[in-house]
């Protein structure tokens, strides 16, 4: 099955195209496009491309699109995208402004240039969607659940793969078989001993999530990808409170105050330096105490949500590092995990400076708690979902 991986930006396009045999794959090309305005032509573009090089004969040969779309009104999981989906996206256009236009328009867009390929859409909602409802409220009045504001969570791509993938690193494959299926048939009942998950995707984005059997019961982002964490350019958790009195005090409009919770917040806007981690921990190397708040801050909130998590779930088996910051930064996930024996975590020191985007387990002889280090690679776990997708519709 070749399966194509369109992934759209508000003015760039990037694909790959996978040769899908059951979930292993195999990249056969890929490509990209910057400064897009005219995203009809790059997709044909891209296509050409395909056959001039001689990956396709025709287009006719590619037989599915996917799509890792963020969030949708009223809809989500691993579905057809079909003319209902792409209303949901349009919908939800003004929660995801950076996002669902482009996504919403590239959908149109692949329905009219390959007519005969399946069009498939992975929301980054999907794998939240068996979150407890007590945890998925806000405590707000009927008027705005109704309008859809709730905890949806995101990253479920890249936190899905972890669910699968821990499982199998750790020997449970009966766990591994629950997260593999679960778009398709569901949360599944596992005998025996449960596995506890806590993943940490740190990137330039991030959020953790709590992984009870496979399935996740909660995730730090929130109705958009603004709560959590701090991110690179992002506040993460703000008193709701603190937005009309920032607009009062400051004389700032809501579009300036969105603006600057979003371009000029997070490490960015704590350490004064950079929003890139290493750029941070290079200055609070030289002594700026600006950069060392950022670093102790995203520290602090990383642990506040994996204790959160741990502790909902009666206990913690398995501790997951992914994502840019999260495989490559081992002071970073030293101090994730400092001071926690009594817990029965332990880091060892030299595996956790030797590892470094590679698979890896961290945890020291005498840990009870596996620590592990699992790359992302958010096209591949997408053709994935795609593959399993189309093999269920046939
Ligand atoms: P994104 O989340 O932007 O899609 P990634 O998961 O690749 O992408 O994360 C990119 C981020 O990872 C960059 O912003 C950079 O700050 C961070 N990063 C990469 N390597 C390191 C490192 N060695 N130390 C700290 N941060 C790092």
Redesign the pocket.
């Known amino acids: 099955m070749l399966v194509l991986i369109a992934n759209l930006g508000s003015t760039s396009f990037k694909y790959r195209l996978y040769r899908m045999e059951s979930t292993e794959q195999e990249v056969l090309a890929k490509g990209g496009y910057e400064r897009v305005t005219d995203y009809a032509a790059v997709i044909d573009d891209a296509l050409a491309t395909l056959q001039k090089d001689g990956v396709i004969a025709s287009p006719d040969e590619i037989d599915a699109v996917g799509f890792k779309t963020v969030l949708g009104k009223d809809l989500s999981g691993c579905v057809v995208a079909d003319d209902v989906c792409v209303k949901a996206l349009d919908d939800f256009a003004a929660v995801a402004p950076a996002h669902n236009p482009p996504y919403a328009n590239g959908i149109r867009q692949f329905a009219q240039s390959l007519p005969k390929a399946q069009l498939v859409a992975l929301f980054e909602t999907a794998f939240y969607q068996w979150v407890p409802q007590a945890r998925a409220n806000y405590a707000l009045p009927q008027a705005w659940r109704d309008a859809g504001i709730k905890r949806y969570g995101f990253h479920g791509a890249s936190h899905k793969f972890v669910a699968e993938r821990s499982a199998e690193m750790l020997g449970r494959n009966d766990v591994a078989a629950v997260t593999a299926a679960l778009y398709q048939k569901g949360p599944q009942e596992i005998s025996g001993t449960p596995l506890r998950v806590v993943s940490c995707h740190l990137?330039?984005?991030s959020s953790v999530t709590g992984i009870y059997n496979g399935v996740a019961i909660g995730t730090s982002m929130g109705f958009s990808p603004q709560s959590g964490l701090p991110q690179?350019n992002r506040v993460g958790d703000l008193d709701s409170g603190a937005l009309p009195y920032a607009m009062k005090t400051l004389g700032l409009t809501l579009e300036e105050a969105e603006r600057q919770m979003t371009k000029e917040s997070g490490l960015l806007g704590l350490s004064g330096v950079s929003?890139?981690?290493?750029d941070v921990?290079a200055a609070m190397k030289d002594g700026n105490p600006h950069a060392a708040l950022a670093l102790d801050h995203l520290v602090d909130s990383i642990r506040h949500w994996v204790g959160a998590f741990a502790w909902q779930m009666g206990g913690l088996d398995a501790l997951v590092f992914t994502?840019?910051?999260g495989e490559?930064?081992s002071d970073?996930r030293a101090a994730v995990c400092a001071g926690l024996e009594n817990f029965g975590l332990v880091i060892d020191s030299d595996k956790n400076t030797a590892a470094r985007a590679v698979e890896a387990e961290l945890q020291a002889a005498h840990s009870r708690v596996k620590i592990l280090v699992i790359p992302?690679n958010e096209e591949q776990v997408l053709a994935r979902e795609v593959y399993r997708k189309i093999s269920s519709l046939s």
Do not use: E, M, T, V
């Open positions: 990137g330039g984005s690179n929003n890139d981690l290493r921990i994502a840019g910051i490559n930064n970073l992302a």
